[in-house]
């Protein structure tokens, strides 16, 4: 298995564009993580879902976020419109529950 | 709420030298603990784990003891490499039903040739 994938790696945008994040988890997985991390907030959850499902999505910075996951294979995460304020890398994590998560190489996205 | 806490880094030691990143929990019961680690430019990965009190977890010379007592977990190696230099992150699971982890910050450690 390739692990989970993540697109883009790199993005940079400027504020007000709409962006779009995406993940392909590890077959098999049914729980998926959105995570963001800063240098100031560090490792912050974002959303999570179980079976395609989202669980818990109080880490969502507000409505300008938006997640779905529309099958077992696909996930993505948008912000419109983007703000400098948004500018981490956000990270894919699945697993077959929470103990063990496997991580993608991140989204480094630049809000200009 | 669970919480996670850890010391600050960055530490910087020497090849060879004894690591030790402290880590300290507050929790309702008696969760999983973890730790991962995030190399340069990567995600994070499992280092190693405990499920309950007084596990030791070991992975590739590190060590970590699930201490009820003193509501810890620190990390351990006796002697680090300078490709161990990375971000090293405490865990705790959740028994409320939420499922997901909770993070601490991450301590950078920086080995020295």
């Known amino acids: 298995d390739a692990g989970v994938i993540q697109s883009p790696r790199h993005e940079v945008t400027e504020m007000g564009q709409e962006v779009t994040l995406r993940c392909k988890p590890i077959?098999?997985?049914?729980?998926l993580f959105w995570y963001r991390q800063t240098m100031m907030r560090g490792l912050e959850l974002l959303i999570y879902f179980n079976n395609n499902v989202p669980i818990d999505d109080s880490g969502m910075p507000e409505d300008r976020f938006s997640a779905k996951m529309p099958n077992a294979s696909f996930s993505t995460l948008k912000i419109q419109p983007s703000e400098p304020r948004d500018s981490a890398v956000y990270f894919c994590a699945t697993g077959e529950g929470n103990e063990k998560l496997f991580f993608g190489s991140g989204t480094q996205l630049s809000v200009l | 709420g669970n919480s996670v806490t850890q010391m600050e880094g960055p530490v910087t030691l020497s090849e060879e030298a004894f690591l030790t990143i402290n880590c300290t929990y507050t929790a309702t019961g008696y969760p999983s603990l973890f730790w991962y680690v995030q190399y340069p430019g990567e995600g994070l990965q499992l280092l190693l784990k405990a499920t309950k009190a007084d596990d030791k977890g070991s992975n590739k010379g590190f060590e970590a003891t699930y201490r009820k007592e003193t509501t810890s977990f620190h990390l351990e190696k006796g002697s680090v490499q300078v490709s161990d230099s990375a971000v090293y992150f405490c865990a705790l699971s959740d028994l409320t039903g939420r499922r997901a982890l909770t993070f601490g910050s991450g301590t950078r450690l920086q080995v020295q040739p």
């Open positions: 077959s098999g997985h049914d729980y």
